[in-house]
């Protein structure tokens, strides 16, 4: 089985690294001040369970960043954290670090406190290198896409892994624009690129979010995106400045236009195999993974059916007819 995972997960590279940014310390500048200053404030919750993360992976710990619904002010929901490690090390057992090299992240489930003042995190985690790798080369959008939008550094080793992991989001934006750009019109402006980038990148997973919920993702963080946008421009991309200030040419080929929605095509059908595998994959490493999941589908589609006992106790086993009809009753797409 691992061979088909390995594929699925790791596509054929398509993009060479020395010619996606052509010169990137205008995006590096943004990137750096968004990324330090996003979560600059005391929280004492969200460091508890940083600390947990510490505590579990000692030595291999290089980074952990913090994206999501948290950033945008919300604090009724699990936090978003993204683990990086130096190697599969610290994780308890081989066939979890098999898991995350085949399909990568592992998520597992945090949690302090009993309820109903719990707090608890979604902690996805891999190795730096394949992060690094992700931004850069995966065909896929599911890594280049969450970390084209803001997220924040809660800690790093040192400097080195810091300048790391800062590339790794300054890619993961060329990525998204390189790819996004081929399929808009003649002239666009920073809202056009993004909404609609974000809104085929949900298309390619399994979401529960509305159609709309990109466009409000891009009127929470306007002025972040149009200078990423504007600092990408001219630098070989598929897009220049315009007339205005907030403008821009499409420059891709008509080649490349043309393979725009076949490629996009082929990421849809890729992604909704990779969500299921990954479904499968969180259930054996996310403690009480059907109910997480119950949650945010009918936190962001208002549609909810209870589990049996059984579902809940072999959701692998018995879980998959109630996911069926919450996809029938239009809960996730």
Partial sequence: MRGPIVFLAVPVVLMAD???????????KIVTQQVTGSCDFPDDSRDTLLDQIL??????LLAVLI?????????????DFYVLLDSYGSLP???????ARALPPNVYHLQYGKPPSEIRAKCAL????????????????????????????????DDTVRTRVISALCYSVATFVRYVA????????????WSKGLRQTYQCELRSE??????????????????VTSALAGQDLGFATGDGPDEFRNTTTSSARRWSGITWGLRRVQGKLLSVLRIVKAAVTFDGALDYLLWKIQR??????????????????????????????????
């Fill in 93 to 99: 057992g081989w066939w979890q670090g098999w898991a």
């Fill in 210 to 227: 509305s159609s709309h919920h990109a466009d409000r993702l891009f009127e929470f963080w306007p002025d972040y995106y149009r200078s």
């Fill in 18 to 28: 020395e010619t996606l940014l052509r010169d990137g310390e205008a995006l590096r």
């Fill in 126 to 157: 891999l190795t730096l290198d394949r992060f690094e790798l992700a931004t850069r080369r995966d065909f896929h959008s599911y890594f280049w896409a969450r970390f084209a939008q803001p997220s924040g550094i809660l800690y790093c080793r």
């Fill in 300 to 333: 962001h589609s208002g549609v909810y059916i209870e589990p049996t006992g059984l579902q809940r106790q072999y959701p692998l086993i018995f879980a998959w007819p109630l996911l069926f009809r919450l996809w029938r009753e239009g809960a996730f797409r």
């Fill in 182 to 193: 081929p399929g808009l019109p003649e002239r666009f402006n920073a809202n056009h690129l």
């Fill in 55 to 60: 505590a579990r992976h000692g030595s291999n």
């Fill in 67 to 79: 994206y999501g619904s948290y950033l945008r002010g919300k604090r009724d929901t699990l936090l």
